[in-house]
């Protein structure tokens, strides 16, 4: 059985802070936010895109959590900034392989801060022309985006310190702990 929380290895790493959501939420909620999913899009053929490299954990479970045909495509994108903050200005690294004109796109992404990442990619894929689009996000920092959040399915709400695991790095490390915890370097 998995356990939660920081394994022996782990307790010995000083830059790890405590835990925000744990393995079980996590499964727990991703389970939720599929079986809405699953009911929003009954009849369609949803395209999942992810945006690499944060997302590719929590992209790979909630696929799995919803029960239709469902596309996967994939880009790549970084934010010029500090190693904890985005400066808003973001460069396509990696483009969709797919076309979006008529689809029903769901952009997956791992967690919002500034929502200044989100904000530029939602205005580039809506301009590719898709049947519809939405947002789902694993975390949102809570009080820090400045224009109204529009987000169909979000994860957790959060608050706004840096988080580590389930997919996000501090300078690519961490992404495979199984958890969500703060870091504390
Ligand atoms: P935003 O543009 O400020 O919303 O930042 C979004 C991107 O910055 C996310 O997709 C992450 O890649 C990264 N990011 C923001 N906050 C965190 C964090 O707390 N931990 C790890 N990565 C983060
Ligand atoms: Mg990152």
Redesign the pocket.
Known sequence: MPIDGPGPLEQEDPDLGPVVVTEEQIRARIAEMGAQITEDYRGRTPLLVG?L???FMFMSDIARAIALPVEFDFMA?S?YGSA???S?V?RIVKDLDLDLSGRHVLLV??????????S?LRRNLAARGPASLEVCAL?V?EG??KSEPDFRYVGFPIPP????GYG???AERYRNLPYICT?AG
């Open positions: 945006v490299k944060g997302a994108v934010s904890t903050k985005t808003g973001v992404e791992d967690i919002v801060d500034s929502g200044l990442t989100l530029y975390l920092k820090i985006q310190t840096f988080v580590i996000l790095d501090i870091w």
